[in-house]
């Protein structure tokens, strides 16, 4: 390892000696309130870095540059403006359909943030996520590990309510997810936990059962991310709930250790 970075300093010292200039090193993480507005970040070669696989970016400022740059919201300073936009545009079809569309609720400056599939029929009616059956399990399940739902921050991927419930179409998660994205740069969370297979395989980019994909800790651009079952499934299948259990727990014991990291 020695001799590579000995090799590596006398390469870049050699590339100076022959242009005159500095190859341009990767500025440190901004420790500002907005995305950096600096060079690209490059690697020791002078190469330009994807900005979200580029580790000495804070996780807001990689999850900030998912965002495509057209996006109106892009440079919204608050939800309140983000969700503003939502209510007024209709994205894909299903958003002409919606009877109110649900962005998210609970606290802006939660450490713990919960991502569903989509909102059902209740959520579309009330325009909150998880208020129904399912909503009230899930409030069961935070008070389980002492969370509160005025804790923590919950929302989906999609925005809109699919009809009858189906499963989300490739278009509408592309459409809806770089609001996600925008949500998760402004609330800057520490932990993520997504609720069922659909919302986990989506951040996490996959196609994997809910086995696979749970009772590990998975990284999504810096932000730890645990995976679990959708409450609405424990209200069809009990036998699911000790593993949710399990998982909950863990839940619960890596956020103390990055809460209490401060």
Do not use: C
């Not at 590596?8 to 500025?27: D, K, N, V, W």
């Not at 590990?145 to 189906?166: A, G, M």
């Not at 959708?230 to 956020?255: C, F, I, V």
Request: net charge negative.
């Amino acid at each position: 390892m020695k001799e590579l970075l000995r090799d590596l300093r006398t390469h870049i010292e050699y590339q100076r000696a022959l242009t005159g200039e500095a190859l341009p090193l990767p500025p440190s993480a901004s420790s500002s309130d907005e995305p950096s507005a600096s060079m690209p970040n490059r690697d020791l070669f002078g190469n330009q870095m994807d900005p979200t696989e580029d580790p000495s970016l804070a996780p807001w400022e990689r999850i900030h540059a998912l965002i495509p740059d057209d996006a109106p919201y892009k440079d919204a300073e608050t939800l309140a403006e983000v969700e503003e936009y939502l209510a007024d545009t209709v994205l894909v079809p299903i958003d002409e359909d919606r009877e109110n569309p649900v962005f998210g609720v609970g606290d802006p400056h939660a450490d713990l943030v919960i991502v569903g599939e989509a909102p059902g029929r209740n959520e579309d009616k009330e325009g909150e996520p998880f208020v129904g059956r399912a909503g009230q399990l899930l409030d069961k399940i935070l008070d389980a590990i002492h969370f509160t739902r005025e804790d923590v921050y919950i929302t989906n991927i999609l925005k809109s309510r699919p009809p009858r419930n189906r499963n989300p179409h490739a278009e509408e998660v592309e459409a809806h997810l770089p609001l996600l994205y925008k949500q998760l740069a402004l609330l800057r969370p520490k932990i993520l936990l997504a609720v069922g297979k659909v919302a986990g395989n989506t951040l996490l980019d996959r196609s994997s059962s809910l086995s696979t994909l749970r009772d590990t800790e998975h990284d999504f651009y810096g932000i730890p991310l645990m995976v679990t079952y959708h409450p609405a499934a424990l209200l069809r299948n009990s036998q699911w709930k000790r593993p949710t259990w399990e998982d909950m727990k863990l839940l619960r014991t890596r956020y103390d250790e990055l809460t209490t990291a401060e």
